[in-house]
């Protein structure tokens, strides 16, 4: 009888631990205590955009090749308090060229680059070289995207200096601020008639 009532309390032991392993199982999943999965909507909530509120600042940003950029500052209308940043790129696709930056806590830049000079530059001339000839480009000096003219000048027949500035003109980027002010005053016009008095003294290198 004693040995029966000694098996009685074994079993009882044995039940207990094995409902509280159950338990805690059921709780805490996968077996690994602490570990809770988190429900959809806590995950949506994690990953989802900061949404736009009245005090929300938008700007809109235009980036052209010559590096000059447009800024203007959208106003944050009622249609658009409420929707989250992801919902902006519907507006604003990224097929069109528009990127949208919101890195900056409750600010959206939106911004486009446009494949050509600003219009202050757009009448705009320097001298460069193409396909080794003297060369007339649209726009300012670090801008080579559209040569206009092709002159009748190899600029292996001009002299050092001039060959070794225009080269220098053609990385212009990589260039001291210093010799950028200099190749300014001497290869960049913001006329037509500025630019053809310059090109008169290159007569001579004619072929």
Not at 122 to 144: C, K, M, T, W
Not at 170 to 198: C, I, P
Request: glycine share 8%.
């Amino acid at each position: 009888m004693k040995r029966y009532g000694n098996h009685l309390i074994y079993l009882s032991v044995a039940t207990v631990f094995l409902l509280s392993f159950a338990v805690l199982y059921g709780v805490y999943g996968n077996g690994r205590p602490g570990f809770k999965p988190e429900t959809v909507a806590q995950g949506e909530a994690k990953a989802s955009k900061p949404t736009i509120k009245p005090d929300t600042v938008i700007r809109k940003e235009i980036r052209y090749m010559c590096g000059d950029r447009v800024r203007t500052r959208m106003p944050t209308t009622s249609d658009l308090v409420g929707l989250d940043f992801a919902s902006i790129v519907a507006q604003f696709p990224p097929e069109e060229g528009w990127s949208i930056d919101d890195t900056v806590k409750n600010t959206l830049v939106l911004a486009r680059l446009e494949h050509r000079v600003c219009p202050y530059h757009q009448d705009f001339r320097h001298l460069g070289i193409s396909n080794g000839f003297l060369a007339v480009f649209e726009g300012p000096l670090g801008y080579d995207y559209k040569v206009l003219q092709e002159e009748d000048i190899e600029v292996t027949g001009l002299p050092p200096d001039i060959l070794e500035d225009l080269n220098m003109a053609m990385d212009y980027s990589n260039q001291t601020q210093d010799t950028q002010g200099r190749l300014k005053q001497l290869y960049e016009f913001e006329t037509e008639a500025q630019l053809n008095s310059v090109l008169e003294n290159f007569d001579e290198f004619k072929q």
